[in-house]
């Protein structure tokens, strides 16, 4: 067997191997390098793997790569051919970054995701995510360093965000696994590593005192009239501030009949992709009188067609996100109130006003009129056979909310524009 002098010295009598034992040689080239070979027979043919040159490829790595060689060779791979496929597939790793593979899944989910949430998502990923491993090969991203970048961004007080990138971290790798580019989950079971999330809390009011006090207020003030005339349905109604922008004229129905109704497709509810794409999950919103005044008198403003609660300036965009946000902030209600805290004082006021009266089975109802329902079809079904409680509670709501408030018709008075 060879040693480290006979390595290094020149070769005796000309010779241009030194073998070490088991087919392990020391090759020296015309050149003078000396070049670590393999010698090893397969399926009954001789084959040379290289290892590398001396001394960069010392002695001992030079025996150690042979056995490992070897012991491949006894499984009954080729060594030649393995190292050919690990040299590709380190290739292949290294142009699947993380944030190639996160692209690639964030496009896939482009058409399952609303527009707004693709582009917070993408942001998201650039803002908190790209930065610490988005160029990395995603195979050799490792569960410290993912709770590392978590942790940073827990450290801004930005828990909930936290939880959210942890499982877009860990759909990125479950889209990964199936393409075959990772074969492990780093992020998959690291929730527990986070802290807690304080759920949201929207600001309210908690009396109906208070409620027709908001609404006295804001409606004094100087703003696009639409503006109005969205907050007290908004109030009126309690949908999502989201689904209020977004009313278009052909969903109100009978609203000169007996049974006016608000039918909102459940494109535009807060679902599942897949259930917002099935007409079942629409979701109805019976309306009272003072709504119904209040969605003709938008209609006539705005038009007969198209979007009720239209831009100041676009006629084809809808009101703002903001608008109404900045109404009440600017009236004084800034942490007090909030528009979607219209479906807390909602809830809050009537259940309240039930439980005084012994009403117990409203309080479901009132569950259903704010779409806190699951995706059974005894829940659609329920939705639907409750509908005349649900219409006398919007009533009886409607009727407690707008005493001593302004006639829809005045709404439409003062200047039109903020």
């Known amino acids: ?13 000309g010779k241009s191997k030194l ?6 040689y020391l090759e020296i080239l015309k050149s003078g390098a000396r070049s670590w070979r393999w010698k090893y027979r397969i399926h009954g043919k001789e084959k040379r793997l290289t290892f ?12 150690i790569a042979r056995e490992q060689a070897a ?6 791979v080729d060594p030649s051919i393995d190292r050919v496929l690990q040299a590709a597939q380190a290739a292949a790793q290294g142009e699947h970054t993380f944030k190639s593979v996160a692209l690639t899944w964030h496009a896939s989910q482009v058409p399952l995701f609303k527009p707004t949430h693709a582009k917070h998502v993408l942001r998201t990923l650039e803002n908190d995510v790209f930065p610490a491993i988005g160029k990395m090969p995603i195979a050799q991203v490792t569960s410290p360093q993912i709770v590392t970048l978590l942790r940073k961004i827990e450290a801004r007080g930005s828990a909930d965000v936290a939880h959210r990138c942890r499982q877009r971290i860990s759909d990125i790798f479950v889209h990964a696994i199936a393409s075959a580019i990772a074969t492990t989950n780093p992020a998959a079971e690291m929730g527990k590593a986070l ?10 009011v908690q009396t109906i005192a208070d409620a027709r006090e908001l609404l006295r207020v804001v409606e004094a003030r100087p703003v696009f009239p639409l503006t109005r005339l969205a907050s007290r349905l908004l109030a009126l109604t309690t949908v999502r501030s989201g689904v209020l922008r977004l009313a278009e004229v052909h969903e109100f129905e009978d609203l000169d009949g007996e049974a006016p109704i608000w039918r909102i497709p459940a ?4 679902l599942a992709q897949e259930r917002r794409n099935d007409p079942a999950f629409e979701f109805i919103v019976p309306l009272s009188r003072q709504a119904v005044e209040i969605v003709k008198i938008a209609i006539s403003f705005s038009g007969t067609t198209g979007l009720i609660f239209r831009s100041i300036k676009f006629a084809k965009r809808p009101l703002s996100d903001s608008t109404i946000s900045k109404l009440y902030r600017e009236a004084g209600y800034a942490a007090i109130h909030v528009p979607h805290g219209w479906r807390a004082t909602f809830s809050t006021v009537m259940n309240r006003l039930a439980a005084e009266e012994g009403r117990k089975g409203d309080r479901e109802v009132i ?12 829940a659609i079904y329920n939705r639907y056979a409750y509908m005349p409680r649900r219409r006398e509670i919007a009533q009886e709501w409607a009727d407690l909310l707008t ?5 829809p018709a005045q709404l439409l008075e003062g200047p039109r524009h903020s």
């Open 52 to 63: 590398g040159l001396y001394p960069d490829v010392s002695l001992k790595k030079a025996r």
């Open 403 to 407: 005493v001593d408030l302004l006639e």
């Open 1 to 13: 067997m060879l040693t480290d002098l006979q390595c290094k010295s020149p070769p005796a009598d």
């Open 267 to 270: 494109t535009k509810m807060k």
């Open 71 to 76: 012991a491949l060779l006894r499984t009954g």
């Open 195 to 204: 802290g807690r999330v304080r759920h949201r809390h929207y600001p309210a």
């Open 367 to 378: 569950d259903l009129m704010l779409a806190h329902i699951d995706g059974s079809v005894e």
């Open 19 to 24: 073998f070490d034992g088991h087919g392990l």
